[in-house]
């Protein structure tokens, strides 16, 4: 059964740093697709950041250049450090997996973590 656990999620103030983590079980990070996504409170889920089988990475243009998606095979865990937070970053995050490696279907999600920005 494949399980994605997101943590470091909390209130940080505009301009400060949060590293999200992912860790799953159940499933290999490594050549898979895998990605973040947000959702703030009446707005779509939109896309964050994903890294692809091959290691290419590729960004949100609202979050490009603060953001960093990186993972760690070895620790089976997906990271997301986010620098220079907005308040329009504030939003409930989520890791996801494809569900069809290498391909980008992602279908594998965690429960999410809060992530508060104040001004």
């Known amino acids: 059964q494949v399980q994605l656990v997101e943590s470091g999620g909390g209130s940080v103030q505009a301009g400060g740093s949060l590293r999200l983590s992912c860790v799953a079980s159940g499933y290999t990070y490594s050549r898979s697709c895998v990605g973040w996504f947000r959702q703030a409170p009446g707005k779509e889920r939109e896309e964050v950041a994903r890294i692809f089988s091959d290691g290419r990475t590729t960004y949100a243009d609202s979050v490009k250049g603060r953001f960093t998606i990186s993972k760690d095979n070895a620790k089976n865990t997906l990271y997301l450090q986010m620098n220079s937070l907005k308040p329009e970053d504030a939003a409930m995050y989520y890791c996801?997996?494809?569900?069809?490696?290498?391909?980008?279907?992602?279908?594998?999600w965690g429960q999410g973590t809060q992530v508060t920005v104040s001004s």
């Open positions: 996801a997996a494809t569900v069809s490696p290498p391909l980008c279907d992602f279908g594998y």
